[in-house]
């Protein structure tokens, strides 16, 4: 099946900083790609979508100055999450279309401690 | 709008018995259907899809899963569950006409006994 890389798989970064996710669809052209926020034991939220060369689309009640998204190239986007605070440590998820596909595939997600 | 609902919030099942994850979805047109499962601390893998023809559909793992149009539901099932089917699985609907957006159920634990 496609596959999706996220990096990192985990990381923590202090108050204030920011941290940049990237996802990959390494087998496979996306031109449209999802971000999801997780929090634990609970369902995925959609973030943002993700298309290349334009803008992403953001969903209502996420801050598109706080979660920077940019989607440069057919096989890569990227997260940024910017003056990260605690609240916005998560499990963060990317998702990508295979062109022409039907089936949206998933990346292992990335973790984000903000301490 | 879409919407998913999986009505229970965890199911358990002695290992070898079969194992049934229910999904009712509400959408304006004609669904497409996925389930996925996750693992701790991991993304979603795919498991089955239907978009159009056979009610019934066989994806990975022996998991199948069946279209019900006049139910509205999408129910998961495998005939005899293992202890590795022990996981989160989601049920999600997608509409072409939102921009090929998924929206996903709440999630249902599954644990599967020895």
């Known amino acids: 099946g496609a596959v999706v890389s996220q990096h990192p798989s985990w990381v923590i970064c202090k108050s204030g900083t920011s941290v940049k996710i990237e996802c990959r669809s390494l087998?496979?052209?996306?031109?449209?790609m999802f971000w999801y926020r997780q929090f634990p034991k609970q369902s995925l939220m959609l973030m943002a979508t993700?298309?290349?060369?334009?803008?992403?689309?953001?969903e209502q009640g996420v801050e598109k100055d706080k979660f920077l998204i940019n989607h440069a190239s057919l096989t890569l986007s990227t997260l940024t999450v910017t003056s990260a605070h605690p609240e916005d440590s998560s499990f963060y998820i990317c998702?990508?279309?295979?062109?022409?596909?039907?089936?949206?595939?998933f990346g292992e997600g990335s973790w984000l401690t903000v301490v | 709008a879409q919407s998913v609902a999986q009505p229970e919030d965890q199911v358990n099942v002695a290992e070898g018995n079969p194992l049934t994850v229910k999904c009712t979805y509400s959408v304006s047109g004609n669904p497409y259907l996925f389930w996925y499962v996750q693992y701790p601390n991991r993304g979603l893998q795919f498991l089955l899809k239907y978009i159009t023809g056979d009610n019934l559909v066989k994806g990975s793992y022996g998991f199948e899963a069946e279209f019900n149009k006049s139910q509205t539901s999408f129910h998961l099932k495998k005939p005899s569950a293992l202890v590795s089917d022990s996981a989160l699985y989601f049920c999600?609907?997608?509409?072409?006409?939102?921009?090929?957006?998924?929206?996903f159920g709440g999630g249902t634990r599954v644990l599967v006994k020895p």
């Open positions: 998702s990508a279309i295979r062109g022409g596909g039907n089936t949206i595939y």
């Open positions: 087998d496979f052209q996306a031109t449209t």
């Open positions: 999600a609907v997608r509409d072409r006409a939102a921009g090929n957006k998924l929206t």
């Open positions: 993700s298309n290349e060369g334009s803008k992403a689309t953001y």
